[in-house]
Antibody
């Protein structure tokens, strides 16, 4: 079974740091691309970052310079290192990926999400 | 303000047909980038409904269909059912932003 499981969310003060993990099973993260997508409470979806099979990474302008995506092949896990957190980073963070045969960017594999709350 | 514009809500009676529009620009949909559609039930992760404008992943009922014209795309739901009540999001790639973008979401209500 193909599965993504996020962890690492929690309550952090403004300016603080947090690292989210996305553990994959049923497929190899280094053979595909994995994105992080967030959803603020009561709001819509916002794409955050992606790491491709090549290792190339991209970020949304709203997080560029503050967030780093990486992967650890031996653990089949993708990470999201978040620094200088702001109130507006409060959201449920999903990791998502795509099965072979789907068009680029179509995410059919989603985790359950991990909640990040930024508040003093 | 989302890069892709969707109506906040649409509604219809059971059995009716509803459509959800997704309006973009020449930097995303108009540039030829794929449009994908998702359904999200409360408290759950999004589910892929349509990829590449009009392709249905296996398991998605043929009541759902997608199309694209110019700088806009649309999702149609025919034979509306109570279980279709959910939030729907469109997604595309934006070359000027260098990443994927989502519409603001449309809440579908079954009357």
């Amino acid at each position: 079974e193909v599965l993504l499981v996020e962890s690492g969310g929690g309550l952090v003060q403004p300016g603080g740091s947090l690292t989210l993990s996305c553990a994959a099973s049923g497929f190899t993260v280094s053979d595909s691309y994995v994105s992080w997508v967030r959803q603020a409470p009561g709001k819509g979806l916002e794409w955050v970052s992606v790491v491709y099979s090549s290792g190339t990474t991209y970020y949304a302008d709203s997080v560029k310079g503050r967030i780093t995506i990486s992967r650890e092949t031996s653990k089949n896990t993708v990470y999201l290192q978040m620094n200088s957190l702001r109130d507006e980073d409060t959201a449920l963070y999903y990791c998502a990926s795509s099965s072979p045969g789907l068009r680029l960017g179509a995410f059919d594999i989603w985790g359950q999400g991990t909640m990040v709350s930024v508040s003093s | 303000q989302s890069v892709l514009t969707q109506p906040p809500s649409v509604s219809g009676a059971p059995g009716q047909r509803v459509t959800i529009s997704c309006t973009g620009t020449s930097s995303n949909i108009g540039a030829g980038y794929d449009v994908h559609w998702y359904l999200q039930l409360p408290g759950t992760a999004p589910t892929l409904l349509i990829h590449g404008h009009s392709n249905r992943p296996s398991g998605v009922p043929d009541r759902f269909s997608g199309s694209k014209s110019g700088t806009a795309a649309s999702l149609a739901i025919t034979g509306l059912q109570a279980e279709d009540e959910a939030d729907y999001y469109c997604q595309s790639y934006d070359i000027s932003l260098g990443g994927w973008v989502f519409g603001g979401g449309t809440k579908v209500s079954v009357l």
